[in-house]
């Protein structure tokens, strides 16, 4: 079955900090997303990627940035946090087909302080 | 351009009667329209997924959802609910697979 890594469960970081989110998947798949959850927002997406070196803003780019150097990694940058990018992240692939199924990672919880 | 409404923050239903979740969305395009199901500090599952097929789709555990274009809704339903399907529900549409759009979420409460 496919697999999507998010390297951490739980971080804390303090504000002003760079913070790296990183995202593996291993099935090859063209197509990954970051998204942020927040309760009665359901979730947004804050960037996305459909080749290496490719990448589009989504609804909500601003205090983040992304980074996809190899297909199997999606990175997320937060430059430099602030107190109401805590949120859960979650990470998504798929691939470019006719009728794609998303793969989630399990969502990383980052709090800032 | 794309959005999704969930119509219900919150659904309550006892135990063994029917489940109804609903969902409207818009789309400039011939819409894909999918439903996950995210259980408490679980990742997101699949439920079912219409893709311009058979307009009345079947998922994983009981759940069907109904695509009906003329009323722009894809809403979610269950003949029985079972305890286990007390989650958070997310109606999805996306048109040409680059970018998904989520509902807000429907937090499905089933009662003993």
């Known amino acids: 079955d496919v697999k999507v890594t998010q390297s951490s469960r739980y971080l804390v970081k303090r504000t002003g900090e760079k913070v790296f989110l990183e995202c593996v998947q291993d099935?090859?798949?063209?197509?990954m997303f970051w998204y942020r959850q927040d309760p009665g927002l359901g979730l947004r997406l804050i960037y996305f990627s459909y080749d290496v070196k490719m990448k589009e803003k989504g609804d909500i780019p601003e205090g983040y940035s992304v980074s996809r150097e190899k297909k199997e990694r999606f990175s997320l940058i937060l430059e430099s946090a602030s107190t109401n990018q805590t949120s859960m992240y979650l990470c998504?692939?798929?691939?470019?087909?006719?009728?794609?199924?998303?793969?989630f990672g399990q969502g990383t919880r980052l709090t800032v302080v | 351009a794309q959005s999704v409404t969930q119509l219900d923050s919150h659904v309550s239903v006892s135990e063994g009667t029917p489940v109804l979740l609903r969902c409207n969305y818009s789309?400039?395009?011939?819409?894909?329209l999918f439903w996950y199901v995210q259980h408490p500090n679980k990742g997101l599952q699949l439920l079912l997924k219409?893709?311009?097929?058979?307009?009345l789709v079947k998922g994983i555990n009981g759940f069907e959802a109904e695509f009906k274009k003329s009323e722009t809704s894809f809403h979610l339903t269950k003949p029985s609910a079972h305890m286990s399907d007390a989650a958070e529900y997310f109606c999805?549409?996306?048109?040409?697979?680059?970018?998904?759009?989520f509902g807000s979420g429907t937090k499905l409460n089933v009662k003993p």
């Open positions: 099935m090859d798949h063209e197509n």
């Open positions: 789309s400039s395009y011939s819409p894909s």
């Open positions: 219409y893709t311009s097929a058979a307009t």
């Open positions: 998504a692939s798929l691939p470019r087909t006719a009728s794609p199924k998303a793969f």
């Open positions: 999805v549409v996306s048109s040409n697979f680059n970018k998904f759009y």
